[in-house]
């Protein structure tokens, strides 16, 4: 069954560096999206991505996120400068068409600790 | 901005009993769906309904898609042990976005 894949699976970055956060979607999806959840909280959306460009993004994605597909397979998430407040799972998903037609599918996360 | 609140919050249960959880907002959403999450991984996608109304059933799990379309309700018959997580409802409506619930966490007794 086919599944979005991410890595690493844990992350471990001091304060005030970058990281990447790779993800490979699904491959006939045509939708990308990162959500983060901070431990014990909900799932909260970041951005979705749509025909290479950024299609909606959320308050918390801010100057300091970026996003890429930089080839046929790879959806990155850049965060410039990471902050304490940083640490949490983040999660890639992918679907065929918008959430509200297509069901969205879930990487199993990349855990980020911020020291 | 939108929010989706469960309830309960957590639940105890023997196994065989039956469970039943559900996930209301102040705004009407168009897509509402069904995750599980278990420690560690990221959610699963358990059922979507698209439809006011629509009742859908994927094994021993039934989901409902409220008529005002502002709530949707989880049913799990005859519970398993692992059937234990966190169970997130999410929806959305003219969006990109999914707005997840407040999530109920279910723990199994043998």
């Known amino acids: 069954e086919p599944e979005v894949t991410q890595t690493p699976s844990h992350q471990v970055t001091q304060m005030g560096q970058e990281v990447i956060l790779r993800c490979v979607p699904i491959?006939?999806?045509?939708?990308f999206y990162w959500y983060r959840q901070i431990l014990g909280q909900k799932v909260e959306f970041l951005v979705s991505f749509y025909n290479n460009e950024i299609s909606e993004k959320s308050e918390i994605f801010d100057d300091q996120f970026s996003v890429e597909r930089p080839d046929g397979s790879n959806f990155t998430l850049k965060i410039r400068s990471t902050k304490l407040e940083d640490s949490a799972m983040y999660f890639c998903?992918?679907?065929?068409?918008?959430?509200?037609?297509?069901?969205?599918?879930f990487g199993q996360g990349t855990r980020l600790t911020v020291v | 901005g939108q929010q989706l609140n469960q309830s309960p919050q957590s639940m105890f249960i023997q196994e065989g009993e039956d469970v039943s959880m559900n996930c209301t907002s102040s705004?009407?959403?168009?897509?509402w769906l069904w995750y599980k999450q278990e420690p560690g991984e990221g959610p699963v996608l358990l059922i979507a309904l698209y439809k006011a109304g629509e009742l859908t059933s994927n094994g021993r799990l039934t989901a409902q898609f409220g008529i005002t379309r502002k709530d949707s309700f989880l049913n799990i018959s005859a519970s398993i042990p692992s059937d234990v997580g966190i169970y997130f409802c999410a929806g959305t409506y003219n969006t990109d976005k999914l707005i997840f619930g407040t999530g109920t966490r279910l723990q199994v007794f043998p």
């Open positions: 705004s009407i959403f168009n897509t």
């Open positions: 998903a992918s679907s065929e068409a918008r959430p509200d037609r297509a069901e969205a599918f």
């Open positions: 491959s006939n999806h045509l939708y």
